[in-house]
Antibody
């Protein structure tokens, strides 16, 4: 059974860079797309972007200028960096496996990141 | 890209059927048969309930079904049960090779 686990700081200061890692276990990171999604408090899900195991990426246009997603196949991990954060970036951040098309079939439990000084 | 449009809330009594709509554009919902639905109980990870408009993953009850007409997709839950009470989100692949979610619908089982 594939499992995903997010890790990273739960508190980030305004204007700094949010960094999270998703570790994939129970299966290979190869041959799939891997996504980041977030949910601000009291709001809906927002797709951030995805990366193919080979390194090709696609990002939400509204976040594209601040987002970088990378992959480390040797560690079965992929990562998210979001720069110049503000309070509006406070959210639960989820990582998920994307099968080609629309299907996000495995999700992590999510991690709350708060942006505050 | 704009979020897909879902009703903020729907409700139904146990045993009844409800339908949640998800309206997009010809660049997302209307462009491909790549619409998914997710069930989200707060505090838990979202769960895939429907993919590619009408396909159910293994283990998902056949009380859940999906369909699409033009730019609008729909999720129908029949024989409502108390455990179906949750937030439901649709998502679609887009012509820009991105994904977009709906705003979410809170289902209340009366």
């Amino acid at each position: 059974q594939v499992q995903l686990q997010e890790s990273g700081p739960g508190l980030v200061k305004p204007s700094e860079t949010l960094s999270l890692t998703c570790t994939v276990s129970g299966g290979s990171i190869r041959n799939y797309y891997w996504s980041w999604i977030r949910q601000p408090p009291g709001k809906g899900l927002e797709w951030i972007g995805y990366i193919y195991y080979s390194g090709s990426t696609n990002y939400n246009p509204s976040l594209k200028s601040r987002v970088t997603i990378s992959v480390d196949t040797s560690k079965n991990q992929f990562s998210l960096k979001l720069s110049s954060v503000t309070a509006a970036d406070t959210a639960v951040y989820y990582c998920a496996r994307r099968v080609y098309g629309d299907k996000l079939d495995y999700w992590g439990q999510g991690t709350l990141v708060t942006v505050s000084s | 890209q704009s979020a897909l449009t879902q009703p903020a809330s729907v409700s139904g009594s146990p045993g009844q059927s409800i339908t949640i709509s998800c309206t997009g554009t010809s660049s997302d919902v209307g462009a491909y048969n790549y619409v998914s639905w997710y069930q989200h109980h707060p505090g838990n990870a979202p769960k895939l309930m429907i993919y590619e408009v009408s396909n159910r993953p293994s283990g998902v009850s056949n009380r859940f079904s999906g369909s699409k007409s033009g730019n609008t997709a729909s999720l129908t839950i029949s024989g409502l049960q108390a455990e179906d009470e949750a937030d439901y989100y649709c998502s679609s692949y887009t012509s820009s090779s991105t994904l977009v979610f709906g705003g979410g619908t809170k289902l209340t089982v009366l």
